[in-house]
Nanobody, 121 residues
Framework: QVQLVESGGGLVQAGGSLRVSCAAS????????MGWFRQAPGKDREFVAA????????YYADSVKGRFTLSRDNVKNTVSLQMNSLKPEDTAVYYC??????????????WGQGTQVTVSS
């Protein structure tokens, strides 16, 4: 069983930056592909970014490409999403996810509880 705990959400003005992180339990974290998803009010959950188990490969939704950067630390069992040039449309609950069965394309077996990111205009 893997437990994921997100942190770092909050309120920021448009154009600002936030860093959300996800801490994972388990000794096999380095074998998990990790992803971030988000869900805005009234909308379906959508893919944001993913990273391979080695960290060598990253994938981003077109809407965040060039603004968000995903990284992982396999010693600290954490994955972090640096979000720059934030826009009001980035407002959502951000979820961390992990898969040991599949690659970064998912699907994902484990999910965190989410952290709220609010971008004011």
């Amino acid at each position: 069983q893997v437990q994921l705990v997100e942190s770092g959400g909050g309120l920021v003005q448009a154009g600002g930056s936030l860093r959300v992180s996800c801490a994972a339990s388990g000794r096999t974290f380095s074998r998990y592909a990790m992803g971030w998803f988000r869900q805005a009010p009234g909308k379906d959950r959508e893919f944001v970014a993913a990273i391979s188990w080695t960290g060598a490969s990253t994938y981003y939704a077109d809407s965040v490409k060039g603004r968000f950067t995903l990284s992982r630390d396999n010693v600290k069992n954490t994955v972090s999403l640096q979000m720059n040039s934030l826009k009001p449309e980035d407002t959502a609950v951000y979820y961390c996810a992990a898969t040991i069965v599949h690659g970064p394309e998912g699907p994902y077996e484990y999910w965190g509880q989410g952290t709220q990111v609010t971008v004011s205009s």
